[in-house]
């Protein structure tokens, strides 16, 4: 799968979706932080990546249909420092085997996963 991570990440977040074989890149790579929401939502879709990020605004359905995007992983954690962070994410790379990120919006909370079309 492709996917963008967002500046509020750690890189490493990249890396390990790297190392498990995914193509990831990340707004600071790509000289793109600081952009609007709206213009990180476009290029992930002409790029086809699938967005990664802690910006909960990226949950609202009204202004991001995940039918209209490659797909949108929403990390709203209580805790957000780099070490749980990552944590979360390497748990989160276990389903990608068995659930589609595909047009659709993950919430992903430190104890559930509620997917959305």
Not at 13 to 28: F, I, K, N, S, Y
Not at 67 to 88: C, S
Request: net charge negative; glycine share 4%; with cysteine.
């Amino acid at each position: 799968m492709r996917f963008k991570v967002d500046e509020n990440l750690p890189v490493e977040a990249a890396e390990r979706l790297r190392q498990a074989g995914h193509d990831a890149t990340t707004v600071a790579e790509q000289r793109l932080s600081g952009a609007t929401d709206a213009s990180l939502a476009a290029l992930c879709q002409r790029e086809r990546r699938i967005l990664v990020t802690l910006d909960t605004d990226f949950a609202n359905i009204r202004n991001y249909p995940p039918e209209q995007y490659p797909g949108i992983i929403v990390l709203a954690l209580t805790r957000q420092d780099k070490a749980h962070v990552l944590d979360v994410t390497a748990r989160l790379m276990q389903l990608f085997a068995t659930e589609a990120v595909e047009h659709r919006l993950w919430v992903v909370e430190e104890g559930r996963v509620r997917i959305r079309e």
